[in-house]
């Protein structure tokens, strides 16, 4: 499988949607400008994230980018015209809506399954991106670096909370302090990634990674997720979460489904509820 073509030479400010059944399958495509951050991007994908996460068919996300590049990071020409005009930053600050932050959410703790598919460079806020799925596949190819703070700029997209999270502290602060670039084995060995494939395999082995997480019952994933990405640090907020969410799932439609089907000896067919 592989994501729409597209005309390198044209440079398209969009992030596209496609459905394959149940896995919606959005591509940064601005090939031109290496599928750059951008404002118009951030929309686009703002825009679709609020639409799928609500949608009870859609089953799992699949992240990627066009023309063999995941996303080279921030669109710097973007960033010199802000530099230009004396954008000030503080007013990023008080408004809590700057850049990719109001994303990440969405990814981290969203109710969806998030796969990424990495070809070629994800610096900044691509590998920002990267890590904020629950599963990263990414060709031998791929390539990392926290560019940002090579650009005098502090990291963003919540990426002190994904890359230590997948990482652990010293790894994260290591890379997250140089901005060194890395390939696809160390970041494997890093926990950044969790699957390597040839050069032009990422998507489709993505995809089956996505179909896997779909065919968890939904309502026992979302809950899960969410105990993960906020319940994790203490035993004690752990055991909250496990009393909180375990009756809640207990009782569902799924949960009953799953029971039957398993005596019944057939596939199990989940809503959700």
């Known amino acids: 499988m592989s994501a729409n073509p597209v005309d390198a030479n044209a440079e398209v400010m969009e992030m596209q949607l496609r459905r394959e059944g149940g896995i919606a399958i959005l591509t940064i495509n601005n090939v031109a400008r290496r ?34 590049v995941f996303c080279s990071g921030g669109d710097v020409k973007n960033q010199k015209k802000k530099a230009d005009a004396g954008v000030d930053f503080m007013s990023r600050r008080l408004a809590r809506n700057g850049g990719s932050s109001e994303i990440v959410p969405m990814l981290v703790a969203g109710p969806k399954p998030v796969v990424t598919a990495v070809e070629g460079p994800a610096f900044g806020v691509g590998l920002g991106y990267a890590v904020s799925s629950d599963y990263t596949v990414a060709a031998s190819n791929a390539r990392f670096a926290v560019a940002q703070v090579r650009r005098g700029l502090c990291p963003d997209g919540l990426m002190y909370y994904t890359m230590t999270a997948r990482c652990g502290p010293g790894r994260a602060r290591e890379l997250m302090l140089s901005g060194r670039e890395f390939n696809a084995q160390e970041a494997e060995k890093f926990g950044i990634v969790h699957e390597i494939t040839a050069p032009g395999k990422a998507l489709e082995a993505a995809m089956v990674a996505a179909e896997r997480f779909a065919a968890v019952p939904p309502l026992a994933f979302a809950l899960t997720k969410a105990a993960m990405t906020h319940s994790y640090h203490t035993l004690e907020a752990c055991f909250r979460a496990e009393q909180d969410y375990q009756p809640i799932v207990g009782l569902s439609k799924d949960h009953k489904e799953s029971v039957a089907a398993f005596l019944e000896k057939r596939k199990p067919v989940y809503v959700g509820e």
């Open 35 to 68: 599928n750059a951050w951008s404002e118009p991007v951030k929309q686009d994908c703002l825009r679709h994230l609020k639409s799928l996460l609500s949608d009870n068919t859609c089953r799992a996300i699949v992240l990627t980018g066009a023309g063999g």
